[in-house]
């Protein structure tokens, strides 16, 4: 992962947690000090905790899994789409539909249909209908891609989900428990940080802090992505018959051999 120093987080005010009455106590462990009633994260906790964080994502998209970036935390939607689409990974930034991950089936339903409609627009097959009837069509579009436009890559379960706010997108949360699928996510000082796989001390409300965190994450998929497994090329692949054809001539050759000196 990019190395990121106490510094960079101080100026991204990833430091500045929220009102020490809306504190909750299992974060404790993460809280440095309090000034004028907020309560200040210890940054010395939160490196190495990202670091483990970003180390666990870049290991999950190494072995070609997905992870699922997850926020309709109004300042956070644009930056998390736009790294969630920059490392080709999912995301859920408009509203978090009741089921997405509990009932999967239904989601990929609503994508097909997406993809369905899509398809007959760009070929013309919608143009038989009443110009009412297209306008109803295109505002079924618009709203599909808003729904289901961020994850209609996703063909199945996803291997991690990255969050802003757990408190925010509780349901989301809730679903990927059920579902055991491990959770990442920045820890402000008014969650419960035990309901987090992979928790990462941060401030979730500040634009720069999310900004910051979220980006290093997705290099942390980018660095995953980098150390897939990639098919052999063409060349390699005719290297590789043509050392099995030497191989196979070569052990015919000694069968033969052997034969005439029996004989």
Request: hydrophobic share 35%; proline share 4%; charged share 30%.
């Amino acid at each position: 992962m990019k190395e990121v120093s106490l510094l960079e987080l101080l100026k991204s005010g990833v430091h500045f947690g929220h009102q020490a009455k809306n504190w909750h106590p299992k974060m404790k462990p993460y809280i440095f000090t309090m000034r004028g009633g907020i309560h200040i994260i210890d940054l010395e906790k939160t490196v190495p905790m990202l670091r483990q964080a970003c180390s666990f994502v870049s290991g999950i998209v190494a072995k070609g899994g997905t992870v699922l970036f997850v926020t309709t935390k109004r300042q956070a939607t644009e930056i998390v789409k736009q790294m969630a689409d920059s490392v080709g990974m999912p995301s859920v930034t408009q509203r978090w539909i009741g089921g997405t991950l509990t009932n999967f089936d239904n989601i990929t339903k609503l994508v097909r249909r997406l993809k369905d409609l899509r398809e007959k627009r760009k070929s013309g097959a919608l143009d038989k209908y009443t110009k009412r009837e297209q306008l109803q069509f295109s505002e079924e579009i618009a709203n599909l891609e808003k729904l289901v436009g961020g994850i209609e890559s996703l063909d199945k379960l996803p291997n991690a989900i990255f969050m802003i706010d757990i408190k925010k997108d509780k349901t989301a949360l809730r679903e990927a428990r059920k579902k055991k699928i491990p959770v990442v996510a920045m820890a402000d000082t008014n969650v419960n940080v035990d309901l987090i796989d992979y928790p990462i001390p941060a401030n979730d409300d500040a634009t720069k802090s999310i900004k910051l965190i979220t980006t290093i994450v997705a290099e942390a998929v980018k660095e995953g992505q980098s150390k897939q497994k990639l098919p052999p090329t063409t060349s390699d692949a005719d290297k590789a018959a043509t050392q099995e054809t030497k191989t196979d001539t070569a052990a015919k050759e000694e069968e033969k051999n052997k034969k005439e000196e029996k004989k």
